[in-house]
């Protein structure tokens, strides 16, 4: 995940982000260990992220 900044962060936000970005992590690694899908943010849309072994793919959902 690419994270862009117009400043650098201060101290406390910056181990307030490291905690966010590793609590995403863990949640997104056990949801791939149970073969669950996902749902995050991608170019301006939700997008699907299928990780039971027979679905391994992304998808874009529709309206």
């Known amino acids: 995940m ?5 400043k650098g962060l201060s101290e406390e936000g910056r181990l307030a982000l490291e905690a966010l970005q590793k609590a995403v992590k863990n949640a997104l690694d056990k949801k791939k260990r149970l073969g669950q ?7 301006g849309k939700p997008k699907i992220i299928d990780f039971s072994e027979k679905n391994q ?3 874009t959902p529709t309206k």
């Open 2 to 6: 690419m994270i862009t900044r117009k």
């Open 37 to 43: 899908y996902a749902v995050i943010w991608q170019d």
């Open 57 to 59: 793919r992304e998808t």
